[in-house]
């Protein structure tokens, strides 16, 4: 079997494919791995844009895990396997009134893949998804079940980059269903910039997207409104979101790559003709956008302080390079997860993107050094150039990651050529 990512431009063909149903098969998977001497990986939906999955190993893929085990409406938590992807968990926790306090534009994740690589949503009082985390089960290098519920193992496991253990089943904090109001809207380049902290404090949550070679941006405010959710038609759904915003990048997209000299005029065309447009609906079918065109993609987790400056040396340096994608900025909440991109700092995310098929190696090492000028951390699921060396002084939790690391896998039995590359080779006890 090959395995491949969404992107479908990350590819391994492992040893071994193993679909357990269980914690228990889980177990005695890694238990067989071990004594065959082969390491184990996890996939989960193939989202992420990083080689963090690829093996020649054993390949776990934990998509039969999709239950929730239990839910406590009262409260608000529930337990979850962790294959479940967040579509589903989203339609479940709102059967029992619950909700996830925060997310990404993208659904299609596994619980378990989402955290273990630090997504996140936007809103500059709310953390990344993994800090609704409160208990892990966890099978470690040994095939031993550990519940993780406290402490530095906690801290460690709630990001995890997939190296500690295979996370089985998780305990997540929730809220009360809400329904919000998303409003998208363009707006000035400039003015953006200059009232940033405005925007994005006025906001529960506030985000906005860049384009290569215009002055238009188009920014998203959503909030929490106590009237009822109007979710649109079917027809309409269709129009908005593939026809119009899929189906017209699709085509911008497709015409840049073929004639990469009309991309400066292709992207003014695109901004020209944005508009308003306002949703009321469920909080999850707020925050989620289908994304049908194809990408590989960049994020970097900056101080909050320096986002004017960083996106605008970005968007100085795009201009140089054969880019059709426009740079989305969202900003996070401080958290305390020892790896969280995050962790101890209020933070602005910068994405960098290309289409597939069209040059991107140099425009994201561009900006990859942009971002080692202001102590950007990297995105665990997306591209990045970074070595555990120049890492590990970007995280304070580092070495207590590492102590975690070597407690629960001293063996090395969760590593690949990325994570050793990024966290380097486990200390043995």
């Known amino acids: 079997m090959i395995w491949r990512n969404w992107t479908g431009d990350q590819t391994c063909a492992p040893a071994e494919v193993v679909r357990p149903r269980s914690t228990e098969e889980v177990a005695a998977a890694v238990r067989r791995a071990g004594e065959a001497g082969r390491v184990v990986r996890v996939a989960g939906a193939g989202h992420s844009f990083s080689d963090a999955v690829l093996t020649d190993g054993v390949l776990l893929s934990l998509d039969a895990m999709d239950r929730v085990v239990w839910a406590d409406p009262g409260g608000r938590r529930v337990r979850v396997q962790a294959g479940i992807r967040l579509r589903a968990l989203s339609e479940r926790l709102a059967g029992y009134g619950l909700a996830l306090e925060n997310m990404g534009d993208v659904d299609a994740q596994s619980i378990a893949g989402a955290t273990a690589t630090g997504t996140h949503g936007s809103g500059v009082e709310l953390r990344n998804l993994s800090a609704a985390i409160e208990a892990v089960q966890l099978v470690a290098g040994d095939g031993s079940v550990r519940e993780l519920d406290?402490?530095?193992?906690?801290?460690?496991?709630?990001?995890?980059?997939?190296?500690?253990?295979?996370?089985?089943?998780l305990t997540l904090r929730c809220v009360p269903a809400y329904v919000m109001r998303g409003v998208d809207a363009p707006a000035?380049?400039?003015?953006?910039?200059?009232?940033?902290?405005?925007?994005?404090?006025?906001s529960?949550?506030?985000?906005?997207?860049?384009?290569?070679?215009?002055?238009?941006?188009?920014?998203?405010?959503?909030?929490?409104?106590?009237?009822?959710?109007r979710p649109p038609g079917a027809v309409r759904r269709w129009t908005e979101d593939v026809l119009l915003t899929n189906?017209?990048?699709h085509v911008a997209c497709g015409l840049a790559r073929r004639r990469p000299a009309l991309i400066p005029a292709i992207s003014r065309t695109m901004t020209a003709v944005l508009s308003e447009r306002v949703r009321i609906d469920r909080s999850d079918r707020i925050f989620v956008s289908p994304?049908?065109?194809?990408?590989t993609e960049m994020e970097q987790a900056f101080p909050r302080a320096a986002a004017a400056d960083a996106l605008r040396a970005i968007l100085g340096e795009v201009r140089r390079h054969p880019v059709i994608f426009p740079i989305e900025v969202r900003f996070v909440a401080a958290d305390d997860a020892l790896l969280s991109p995050a962790g101890g700092r209020e933070t602005v995310y910068i994405a960098t993107h290309n289409y597939v098929g069209m040059p991107w190696e140099p425009y994201l090492r561009a900006a990859a050094a942009i971002g080692a000028e202001h102590g950007a951390r990297p995105h665990w699921g997306k591209r990045h150039f970074h070595t555990a060396a120049t890492l590990a002084p970007l995280y304070p939790g580092w070495?207590?990651?590492?102590?975690?690391?070597?407690?629960?896998?001293?063996?090395?039995?969760?590593?690949?050529?990325?994570?050793e590359r990024v966290l380097g080779a486990p200390a043995a006890r």
Request: glycine share 8%; charged share 30%; hydrophobic share 45%.
């Open 291 to 295: 994304r049908r065109v194809r990408f």
């Open 188 to 202: 000035r380049l400039d003015d953006v910039l200059d009232r940033l902290d405005e925007l994005a404090e006025g």
């Open 150 to 169: 406290g402490g530095e193992a906690l801290l460690a496991a709630r990001v995890s980059v997939g190296a500690l253990g295979v996370i089985t089943e």
């Open 204 to 229: 529960r949550h506030f985000e906005f997207y860049a384009f290569p070679h215009s002055e238009t941006v188009l920014t998203r405010t959503n909030a929490v409104v106590t009237a009822p959710a």
């Open 399 to 419: 070495e207590r990651f590492a102590a975690v690391r070597s407690e629960l896998d001293p063996e090395g039995r969760f590593t690949n050529a990325y994570v």
């Open 247 to 249: 189906h017209g990048l």
